[in-house]
T-cell receptor
Framework: GENVEQHPSTLSVQEGDSAVIKCTYS??????FPWYKQELGKGPQLIID?????GEKKDQRIAVTLNKTAKHFSLHITETQPEDSAVYFC????????????FGTGTSLTVIP | DAGVIQSPRHEVTEMGQEVTLRCKPI?????LFWYRQTMMRGLELLIY????????DSGMPEDRFSAKMPNASFSTLKIQPSEPRDSAVYFC?????????????FGNGTRLTVT
């Protein structure tokens, strides 16, 4: 099966700085990579996703990049705000697996005002 | 759209008792997933259903765990008998699968404490 590794496990940044979270995957057949944000007491919420036929996707202050050759993908948050503080999970999905996802272990992001 | 609805939000029970967690997926979604989240093991997939049929239950820890999906709008996860090591947050998620992978939509979870 697929194995997804995520780094760092914790990240603290000053408000206004950028934050980058990185994930690697093992199975080159994976073709869909969502990112989730989990706030305290809530379930993970999708914030951005990317498919394997795209190298980069942006949505306001959030962007995701994908390097298929190296099998890694990254989440970039610019101009961080205190409300960005949460746990972020990356995930990878293989085709023809019934929409099964393999999750990273999470990154706890703290934005210091 | 009300999102995925889970109940109860919190459950405290004594070891040996039966626990039933409930989930209502998003209308129109045809896949449903049960996950368990702990600090030590992160998000673990327990079981998932496609069109109400269990597809993969290899993540169910033991025979004490069972899950059903009697119709497209309801699923249960049952633990009988419960043990302290079952304490965790249990999430239900649903998605609409048509060809390419689709994102999961999670509920807000049930925090289970077994004493």
């Amino acid at each position: 099966g697929e194995n997804v590794e995520q780094h760092p496990s914790t990240l603290s940044v000053q408000e206004g700085d950028s934050a980058v979270i990185k994930c690697t995957y093992s199975d080159s057949a994976s073709n869909y990579f969502p990112w989730y944000k989990q706030e305290l007491g809530k379930g993970p919420q999708l914030i951005i996703d990317i498919r394997s036929n795209v190298g980069e996707k942006k949505d306001q202050r959030i962007a995701v990049t994908l390097n298929k050759t190296a099998k890694h993908f990254s989440l970039h948050i610019t101009e961080t705000q205190p409300e960005d503080s949460a746990v972020y999970f990356c995930a990878a999905s293989l085709p023809n697996t019934g929409n099964q996802f393999y999750f990273g272990t999470g990154t706890s992001l703290t934005v210091i005002p | 759209d009300a999102g995925v609805i889970q109940s109860p939000r919190h459950e405290v029970t004594e070891m040996g008792q039966e626990v039933t967690l409930r989930c209502k997926p998003i209308s129109g979604h045809n896949s449903l997933f049960w996950y368990r989240q702990t600090m030590m093991r992160g998000l673990e997939l327990l079981i998932y259903f496609n069109n109400n049929v269990p597809i993969d239950d290899s993540g169910m820890p033991e025979d004490r765990f069972s899950a059903k999906m009697p119709n497209a709008s309801f699923s249960t996860l049952k633990i009988q008998p419960s043990e302290p090591r079952d304490s965790a947050v249990y999430f239900c998620a649903s998605s609409r699968v048509r060809g390419p992978s689709s994102p999961l939509h999670f509920g807000n979870g049930t925090r289970l404490t077994v004493t």
